[in-house]
């Protein structure tokens, strides 16, 4: 979503704040400021469009400054535009950048209108900075006025404040969005990831739900959500500045694509000995609150609740422990019930996904005993708030469109199957054998990779398209399901995934020669199944492609193309069948010439409903 950066310190921080909002491109948005504080005054710019927009506002008319904020914009209130932008001002004397949303703003706003205050854009944001400067007519420091105005705020919020007549403060806080603080010598910095904040410095202060900080040149003060003085420790990044380039790839999503061979590896280093997985890859804990588990609830959003979706499969039919997935957003408005000892799974990429941390804090108000998160960022809100963890060491992933990330969250999965399975009926036989089909994944990955050239010619046939259908069955279903979702988030095509069994129920009426039918074949006991939907489709003219186990035959069909994948077991065939899928949006969201990493209208971290 939004990104925020801001610093205080004894150098220009213009050229940081700017390169700080190039790093956090990746997150989605559609504008961008900054405001900086120069003897004792705000000055303040902010333009529609890429960051770079905005760095050429500043070229032509250059400002300088020790402390300021910056910003870029997802829209929630307000369509893009400069007035929208942050950051925000009240009096010419309070600036604020804002991520999340404010749920009683029109409440506030209705209030501040009385008062006189005039509103210059539809942000609910605008009625933080307003609250902020009237609260400092009766408090005597802008960390006073702020620790009021927070109290009146209903929803979500990360926030970053400065003050013209304080110039050697910059107050930041947050509630339900993140936040860290980068750790300098003589300077402090604020960002909505670390990302943005590699180049000045690879330490970091987390801060915790509710609290509110106002960091100093040579200090910081944090205060807790019972406005408690309080430590909160600081943290290496082992993250290289580095870490967040392209390299010679021309897309992050290409990049991180061929990193999957890689990031599975690092997702199964050192979670076994002697090929046997260990329980407290999960947390010290884990063996104990796995062997009071009598079911599973996984609860995720987008890509990683088709992660869930697959794991459903494998919880079911190799342990044969009962698993329920729901997408976070619905399970916690529609009262659901947990059975008891339930292990309430939730899974993101970011840690800091609102409705999934929702669900999560819903699930334990409901009863559940014991909670594991399946994340990507070892410091995030997901990650605090769980009993158990598996990280699955993707390393970052800046492209919108997830890649690597879901794969090592089904490998991460596959191994809490295992872990939990063993438990109830998954025999040490095919344990060991599951074990070894994982080692194996990663050059399995690098040999489909190898499709590339391949795949890039079969996405010619899509330069013209406007739907898609895709198909699979049992585990490739969710496959066929992110696959959809691949290539509608990136290319702009309008994709739908089905399971093949319900073409008769609907999809048969969609079936014409400009429909492309994307379908995944690998050699499993469905197979025969999968062959009779496949000819419904062709003996309607419609048009298949096909990415099938190399080891099969397919009798001759005018209509339908086959792309043989290299043979893989079938219980982590569905790991590798994503490649494939995902290189295939990745060519046709070139062809169309579409933004493939930062698709209109979406965000990398999505930190509000």
Known sequence: MCGIVGGIAQRNVVPILLEGLRRLEYRGYDSAGLAIISDHEIYRKRELGKVKELEALIQADPISGLLGIAHTRWATHGKPSAANAHPHVSGDKVAVVHNGIIENYEQLKAIQLEQGYRFTSQTDTEVIVHEVFNDLQATHSLLAAVKQTVKKLAGAYALGIIYADEPDVLVACRKGSPLVIGVGIGEYFIASDVAALLPVTQRFIFLEEGDIAALHLD???????????????????????????????????????????????????????????????????????????????????????????????????????????????????????????????????????????????????????????????????????????????????????????????????????????????????MEHSISDQLFGLPQAIENVLQLDDTIKLLSEQFAEKDHALFLGRGTHYPIAMEGALKLKEISYIHAEAYP??????????????????????????????????????????????????????????????????????????????????????????????????????????????
Request: net charge negative; hydrophobic share 45%.
């Open 219 to 429: 200090s910081v003060e944090i205060y807790d959500a019972q406005d408690q003085l309080v430590n909160r420790p600081i943290k290496e990044s082992c993250l290289s500045p580095d870490a967040v380039d392209k390299g010679n790839y021309r897309h992050y999503m290409l990049k991180e694509i061929y990193e999957q061979p890689f990031a599975v590896a690092q997702t199964l280093e050192g979670r076994f000995i002697n090929r046997r997985l260990q329980d407290n890859a999960f947390g010290h804990n884990a063996a104990a609150v796995f062997d009071t588990v009598k079911a599973v609830q996984i609860l995720a959003c987008g890509t990683s609740y088709h992660a869930g979706l697959v794991a459903r499969y494998w919880f079911e039919e190799l342990a044969r422990v009962p698993c329920q997935v729901e997408v976070a957003s619905e399970f916690r408005y529609r009262k659901p019930v947990l059975a008891a000892d339930t292990l309430v799974i939730t899974i993101s990429q970011s840690g800091e996904t609102a409705d999934t941390l929702a669900a999560l804090q819903e699930a334990k108000t409901l009863g559940a005993k014991h909670s594991l998160s399946i994340c990507n960022v070892p410091e995030s809100s997901l990650v605090r708030e769980s009993d158990l963890v598996l990280i699955t060491r993707a390393g970052p992933e800046i492209g919108v469109a997830s890649t690597k990330a879901f794969t090592t969250q089904l490998v991460t999965l596959m191994l809490l199957v295992i872990a939990i399975g063993r438990r109830f009926q998954l025999t040490a036989e």
């Open 500 to 609: 093949a069994g319900e073409l008769k129920h609907g999809p048969l009426a969609l079936i014409d020669a400009d429909m492309p039918v994307i379908t995944v074949a690998p050699n499993n006991s469905l197979l025969e199944k999968l062959k009779s939907n496949m000819q419904e489709v062709s003996a309607r003219g419609g048009q298949l492609i096909v990415f099938m186990d190399e080891t099969l035959v397919q009798a001759v069909d005018e209509n339908i193309q086959i792309i043989k994948v290299p043979q893989v077991g079938n219980e982590i065939s569905p790991i590798l069948y994503t490649i494939p899928l995902q290189l295939l949006s990745y060519h046709v969201a070139v062809l169309k010439g579409t933004d493939v990493d930062q698709p209109r209208n979406l965000a990398k971290s999505v930190t509000v409903e």
